[in-house]
């Protein structure tokens, strides 16, 4: 139910996009916003306790914009490397944030999943966004939950999104998450965007007219 309600905002607001006066980042913070207070009113009406992650962005042009929070993550991959990927909410990278590495293994091995941010939790919520405006052909994004992203090292995500298509990608990191999970994993789903060049448009020559 959280799932779904963070893409229905998502859809809605994005439809609206061209009727509001707001930023692209203001926008992915405005998702975030009104998903986490509706799932929070759906908390207390159903007496449960919903919570969603959120991995977004947006493409245009030469610039791109992402956000999150929770531990779904973004890549941003470039000739087979990482250029950047967003830092997961949780507690075990908030300590490896602080300098406490020790801790951080400790609460890696413990509370993997344990998480200070998300759509729905009873405290604050943070989102993150960032973004670039130094687009090239060929660059490629993954957004990915934890049951696909636990499966695979950085690089190891970057060279297949260098080496092959957003369709064989998907597929071949999906087999091998699910090989890799040995029947114990997480829920799996993953998104990627890869820019290619401009397709060449035809130039249509017009004929001049003559005199009549």
């Not at 087979?80 to 909410?89: A, P, Q």
């Not at 249509?204 to 009549?212: A, Q, V």
Request: proline share 3%; aromatic share 6%.
């Amino acid at each position: 139910m959280a799932s779904d309600q963070v893409v229905s905002t998502a859809t809605n607001l994005f439809r609206e996009l061209s009727e509001r006066d707001t930023t692209l980042p203001d926008l992915l913070r405005q998702i975030a916003s009104e998903a986490h207070t509706v799932i929070r009113l759906s908390a207390l009406s159903s007496e449960k306790e919903p919570h969603s992650t959120i991995a977004a962005l947006f493409v245009k042009r030469d610039l791109a914009v992402w956000g999150h929070a929770g531990d779904s993550r973004m890549y941003w991959c470039r000739a087979g490397r990482v250029m950047r990927r967003t830092v997961d909410h949780t507690v075990a990278s908030q300590l490896t944030a602080e300098g406490r590495h020790a801790e951080a293994e400790i609460a890696a091995q413990h509370y993997k999943n344990v998480l200070f941010s998300a759509l729905g939790i009873r405290s604050e919520l943070k989102v993150d966004v960032d973004g670039t405006q130094d687009l090239r052909v060929g660059d490629a994004f993954l957004l990915a939950s934890d049951g696909l992203w636990a499966y695979f090292e950085d690089a190891e995500i970057a060279a297949l999104l260098e080496r092959l298509s957003p369709r064989d990608a998907s597929q071949e990191m999906v087999k091998l998450a699910r090989e890799r999970a040995e029947g114990r994993g997480d829920n799996l789903s993953l998104a990627i965007v890869k820019l290619d060049a401009p397709l060449d448009i035809p130039k249509i020559e017009i004929p001049e007219l003559g005199d009549s």
